[in-house]
């Protein structure tokens, strides 16, 4: 069954909180393009996070939403950062067919520091490590990983070089985010949080035409210097780059009218979008399941007042259980 498409010149319009596929048939592109806002506000209104690093984290969504959703079977989809910066951790995934979930974690007193000496670039946040994409078809089938270092680069970059060295395919990232304020009905000031990304990849007929000069290995190296990018490639990457974050999080230009803007002189077409949920996947069941497993002497030091709390990093959700129900573990 093909895949429905719709004219831009149609005004159906996707919205927030909706990933939206597209094609440039003049450029050999696909890609897939968001604005998230709800959503977004959602996950990060739950944490209460320092603005750098709900920026990060909100970076991290948008990739895992625009990646995530080009998943042709069940399973999950994760973007992880480990990192020795003040934020150590960034973990987004999206689980099939539309949820959504992330958190971070940080050092507060290092990052405090940051903030005071204006170290707030994500390099100076993440610090050296390693970003993790990981495919997880479910059980009884391997997941796949991919790693690519933490190099003092921005996290659309690395998303870029990942999908050059592992996936071989030309790729092009941006992502924007953005604080808003204003006031609601009654005058009041309101804070919201938005973001949009999108992803460009070059996908010619003719395998040969993807190819481009290898990434540069350092000092001196001059490993094939005369290799051309493709000129339609060339193009699309140069078209790509001029996307500032006030194009990507204004909730007056629709997505498609960003995607109309960039490419309508090479024919542009969008398909149907994919809505995107603030849905986490924890319960009571999966997190029971994992203190059955534990030992007496684990149940009794996780044990107050017999009673054992846990809660949710993802979603911040408290589950209490009594020690009786863990007596025969």
């Not at 067919?97 to 958190?103: G, V």
Request: negative net charge; aromatic residues 6%; proline residues 5%.
């Amino acid at each position: 069954m093909a895949e429905a498409t719709v004219e831009l010149n149609d005004l159906n319009l996707a919205g927030d909180d909706r990933v939206v596929p597209f094609q440039v048939e003049g450029l050999d592109v696909r890609g897939r393009a968001v604005q998230l806002g709800p959503l977004l506000n959602a996950i990060l209104g739950r944490h209460d996070y320092p603005p750098p690093v709900a920026r990060l984290l909100a970076e991290a969504v948008v990739l895992t939403a625009l990646l995530g959703t080009s998943l042709k079977f069940d399973g999950k989809f994760t973007v992880q950062t480990k990192g020795d910066g003040p934020v150590d951790l960034l973990v987004a995934d999206f689980s099939t067919p539309d949820a959504l979930r992330a958190y971070a974690r940080y050092d507060e007193e290092a990052l405090g520091t940051a903030i005071e000496e204006g170290k707030i670039s994500p390099p100076e946040l993440l610090g050296r490590g390693v970003l993790a994409f990981t495919i997880d078809q479910g059980r009884g089938m391997q997941p796949y990983q991919g790693i690519v270092p933490l190099d003092g680069s921005s996290l659309e970059e690395i998303a870029g070089v990942y999908f050059r060295q592992s996936e071989q395919i030309p790729t092009k990232v941006r992502l924007g985010v953005a604080e808003l304020f204003d006031r609601d009905e009654e005058g009041r000031p309101r804070h919201n949080w938005r973001a949009g990304g999108l992803v460009a990849q070059f996908l010619p007929q003719a395998p040969e035409r993807m190819r481009q000069p290898d990434l540069h290995g350092g000092d001196g190296d001059e490993r094939d210097s005369d290799l051309a990018t493709d000129d339609a490639w060339a193009e699309a990457s140069t078209l790509v780059e001029t996307i500032d974050t006030d194009e990507l999080t204004d909730p007056q230009v629709a997505i498609e009218r960003l995607l109309f803007r960039l490419f309508h002189e090479r024919g542009v077409r969008v398909y149907e979008p994919q809505t995107v949920h603030d849905r986490c996947s924890c319960s009571r069941e999966k997190i029971k399941s994992v203190l059955e497993g534990f030992t007496a002497e684990e149940i009794e030091a996780s044990q107050e007042d017999g009673q054992i709390a846990v809660t949710c990093e993802f979603c911040s959700t408290t589950y209490r259980y009594d020690t009786a129900e863990f007596a025969a573990a």
